[in-house]
C-alpha cells in the first residue's frame, strides 16, 4: 500500500502523449491502474540533465564533474569554457561521444565474439546441440578469411572438406578482436573507394578489441585534447563495429542458424494468447533464443503444456532478439524496446527469457507485482532483485538450458494470478529480408533488367534508399518518430530499409506488407513493389544486421551504374528515436562509411558548436558522409530526401 501511496504522488503519463500505438496507451492505462510505474511515468517525473544531454560534462576524474555550459545568448567571439585541467568543450564532447562509440561498438562486438566462440565450438565438434545450418553462407564468407574453398588433388580443383573450411574460418574470425598485426579482413568487403579513404585518413581499425580499448585510454584524463584527433579514434572503432563486430555476429549467426528468408508472422502486444503458456525472448544473442524456440517446439514440451491446462506454448519476443527469431523462424515480435514493462502487464507473460541489452532493470519490479518468471541467462548481464532467476546458459549443454527454462514457462502458467488483459491490437508483416533475398526478389541481380534495383533507381521510379533504424526513446512520443519518417520517405519514393526496434514499429503499423505499397507509397515506388511483391520497407533484422544495409549499399555499388563509392549513392541514414550507445556507434560507421545520417530527439554535440559542425560539415570532405539532428519527423525526412536529390543530381540522373 505504501508502494501505491508513492506512486499516485508521482506524476503518471499521458497515454495518448506518451505513444502512438493503442496497445500501449492500453497498457499505459491498465499499469496506472493496477499502480505499477512504467518508463512512461518515470520520464514524467525525472528530466535529464541538460548540460549532459548537450555533451558538455565531463566526469573522467574526481576533480569533476566539470561542466561547461553555454552562454546564454551563445557563444560570441573566442570559446573560452574550460575544464579544471583546461579541456575545451570540444574536447569534452569529443571524449564523451568516443566513449559512447566505444560502449556500443564494446556491445555489438562482444555479442558477435559470443557467437563466434560458439562457431569455433562447432567447428571443434564440441557443440552437439548447434550445427552449421547454411553451409553456402559459410562457402561464401571464406574467402575473405583467405580461406581456401577448394584443394588441388592429382592436378584436380576439388571441394574442400567443409569440416575444414569451418574450423579454418572460425579461428580467423576469432583472432579478429585481437591478433597482433595486420587489419580487419572485412574491410575489404567495402567498395574499394571507402577503403583508400579509409586508409589516407590512417582510421584502417587494427583488431576489434584494441580500437575500444584506446577510446578508454585516448578518453582518460590528460590523454588525447583534440577533438579532431579523438574523433578520428572513435572512426577506428565504429567502422570495427559496422565492418568487423557486427558483421562478422551477424555472418556467423547466419551460418550456425540460417541465413533468413522474407518470412509472413504478426507484431505487437496482441500476439500474447490467453490460453497459451506465453514465454518471450528478449534481449539480442540468438544463440540462446534459437535453442529456447527448438525445445519450445518438441512435440514433448508442447504436450506438457497441454498436461497443464495450456492450449500450446506462444513464443514471442521483444527488442532485438525478436527480430533474429521472427527472421529465421517467424516466431511474432510481442514488443519494441519501450514496451517490455507491458508484456508481462498484461498478466499472461509466464516467463520472460532475457539475455543481454536493452533490457530495462524494472522488469524484475513489475513480474514482481505479477506471476511472471523473469530468467537471467547471461554472466554478464545479471540482476540484484532477488525474483530475479538465473539459468546460465551454456552452448555445451544448450539444449539442456533451454528445456529447464521452457519447462519453467509452463509449471508456471497455472499461477496467473491478476486479471489477464492482452491489448487486441497486432499486424501482419513480412519480415527476414537480406542481401540474398533483396537480389532474389528484385530480378535475382542488381542490375540489368526490368526489376533490379539498381536499375530503378537509375529510371527513378525508386528515388532513393534510406536505412532507418534505432531504438525507442521514452523523451519522445513512442514510435511517432518512426512511423512519420518512414512513410514520408515511402511517399516520396525513398525504399527504406531498416532494423531494431524501428523494424518492429514499422511492423506494428502495418508497413511491413506489400498491401502498404499502393496505401502509403509514392506511385513510382509503388509500381515496384506491387510487380514483384514486396513491401516498401525490408525488415533487415536487428541491430548487428545494420551490416546487412551496409553490405546491401557495396552490392549496389559493384552493381554498377550509381557511382564507385557508398558516398554516391541516393542514399541516407536516420535513427528517429534513437538512445543507446550502439545506435552512437551505428551513426558514426554509416557516416564514415559516406552516409548521410539524421538522428532525432537530440545529439549530445550541441553544446560544443565547432565539435558539431567537424560532424556535421567536416566529415562529408573526409568520408562523404555526415551527421545531423533534426526533431521534427517530416523535416528529418525532407532533409535526406535532399541529400538523395543532390546525390541524383551528381549522378546525371535526377527526376
Ligand atoms: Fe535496443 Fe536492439 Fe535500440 Fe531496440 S534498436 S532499443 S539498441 S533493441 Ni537496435
Redesign the pocket.
Known amino acids: 500500500e505504501k508502494k501505491a501511496k508513492a506512486v499516485k504522488a508521482a506524476k503518471l503519463a499521458d497515454p495518448i502523449k506518451a505513444s502512438i500505438d493503442k496497445a500501449t496507451q492500453e497498457m499505459i492505462v491498465r499499469a496506472q491502474e493496477l499502480g505499477i510505474d512504467t518508463v512512461f511515468d518515470r520520464a514524467e517525473n525525472m528530466k535529464p540533465c541538460n548540460i549532459g544531454m548537450q555533451g558538455i560534462c565531463c566526469k573522467n576524474c574526481s576533480m569533476g564533474p566539470c561542466r561547461l555550459p553555454l552562454p546564454k545568448g551563445g557563444i560570441e567571439g573566442e570559446d573560452t569554457r574550460k575544464s579544471l585541467c583546461g579541456a575545451t568543450a570540444n574536447t569534452i564532447a569529443a571524449r564523451n561521444f568516443i566513449r559512447m562509440v566505444a560502449g556500443g561498438a564494446a556491445a555489438h562486438s562482444d555479442h558477435g565474439r559470443c557467437v563466434a566462440e560458439v562457431f569455433l565450438s562447432v567447428a571443434r565438434k564440441e557443440s552437439k546441440d548447434y550445427q552449421i545450418k547454411d553451409t553456402d553462407k559459410l562457402l561464401s564468407i571464406a574467402p575473405y578469411f583467405d580461406v581456401a574453398v577448394t584443394v588441388e588433388v592429382d592436378g584436380e580443383e576439388v571441394d574442400r572438406d567443409i569440416d575444414e573450411i569451418a574450423l579454418e574460418v572460425a579461428e580467423k574470425a576469432m583472432n579478429e578482436w585481437g591478433k597482433a598485426e595486420g587489419e580487419l579482413y572485412y574491410l575489404k568487403r567495402a567498395p574499394e573507394a571507402l577503403y583508400e579513404k579509409w586508409k589516407k585518413q590512417g582510421v584502417l581499425p587494427r583488431n576489434i578489441d584494441r580500437e575500444i580499448v584506446e577510446i578508454m585510454h585516448r578518453t582518460h584524463i590528460g590523454v588525447d585534447q583534440d577533438y579532431k584527433n579523438l574523433i578520428k579514434q572513435g572512426t577506428r572503432a565504429a567502422i570495427a563495429d559496422g565492418w568487423g563486430g557486427s558483421m562478422l555476429a551477424t555472418d556467423l549467426q547466419d551460418v550456425l542458424f540460417g541465413t533468413p528468408y522474407p518470412v509472413q508472422s504478426e507484431a505487437n502486444l496482441g500476439v500474447m494468447k490467453e490460453d497459451h503458456v506465453n514465454l518471450i525472448l528478449h534481449g539480442?544473442e540468438p544463440v540462446l533464443s534459437e535453442m529456447v524456440v527448438a525445445a519450445a517446439q518438441t512435440p514433448e514440451m508442447v504436450e506438457y503444456a497441454k498436461s497443464k491446462g495450456a492450449k500450446g506454448i506462444q513464443l514471442s519476443g521483444i527488442?532485438?532478439t525478436a527480430n533474429e527469431i521472427l527472421q529465421r523462424h517467424g516466431i511474432p515480435t510481442a514488443a519494441t524496446?519501450l514496451q517490455q514493462e507491458m508484456a508481462i502487464i498484461t498478466g499472461a507473460c509466464d516467463a520472460m527469457v532475457v539475455d543481454i541489452?536493452?533490457i530495462m532493470q524494472n522488469v524484475a519490479n513489475v513480474a514482481n507485482c505479477f506471476h511472471t518468471k523473469l530468467i537471467t541467462t547471461h554472466p554478464i548481464a545479471r540482476m540484484e532483485q532477488e525474483n530475479v532467476i538465473h539459468i546460465e546458459f551454456d552452448e555445451h549443454h544448450a539444449m539442456e538450458d533451454a528445456t529447464k527454462i521452457v519447462k519453467l514457462a509452463i509449471d508456471n502458467f497455472e499461477n496467473r494470478r491478476a486479471e489477464v488483459m492482452i491489448p487486441r491490437h497486432k499486424n501482419t508483416q513480412i519480415a527476414g529480408f537480406g542481401v540474398e533475398s533483396v537480389e532474389y526478389h528484385l530480378g535475382g541481380s542488381f542490375r540489368g533488367s526490368y526489376y533490379t534495383l539498381n536499375d530503378n533507381i537509375i529510371n527513378g521510379r525508386i528515388r532513393g534508399i534510406a536505412g532507418v533504424v534505432?531504438?525507442?526513446n521514452a523523451r519522445t512520443r513512442h514510435n511517432e518518430g518512426h512511423i512519420e519518417v518512414v512513410k514520408e520517405l515511402i511517399k516520396n519514393d525513398v525504399i527504406v530499409l531498416t532494423t531494431?526496434?524501428n523494424g518492429i514499429a514499422c511492423a506494428m503499423e502495418g508497413l511491413l506488407t506489400p498491401e502498404a505499397a499502393s496505401v502509403y507509397c509514392g506511385p513510382g515506388l509503388a509500381e515496384v513493389c506491387e510487380t514483384v511483391g514486396i513491401p516498401p520497407v525490408l525488415h533487415l533484422g536487428?541491430?548487428v544486421d545494420n551490416s546487412r544495409i551496409l553490405l546491401a549499399a557495396a552490392e549496389v555499388v559493384k552493381a554498377g551504374g550509381l557511382g564507385k563509392d557508398i558516398s554516391d549513392l541516393p542514399a541516407a541514414g536516420s535513427a528517429p528515436e534513437w538512445?543507446?550507445e550502439?545506435?552512437i556507434s551505428i551513426g558514426h560507421y554509416f557516416v564514415v562509411s559516406g552516409v548521410y545520417t539524421v538522428f532525432g530527439y537530440t545529439l549530445p554535440t550541441s553544446g560544443a558548436p565547432v565539435f558539431h559542425d567537424y560532424l556535421s560539415k567536416e566529415l562529408e570532405n573526409l568520408y562523404g558522409g555526415m551527421w545531423d539532428l533534426e526533431v521534427d519527423p517530416i523535416k528529418h525526412a525532407q532533409k535526406m530526401i535532399a541529400h538523395i536529390d543532390k546525390k541524383r543530381k551528381a549522378l546525371g540522373i535526377d527526376r
Open positions: 539480442h527488442c532485438c524496446f541489452q536493452c534505432g531504438c525507442n531494431g526496434c536487428s541491430c538512445m543507446s550502439k545506435a
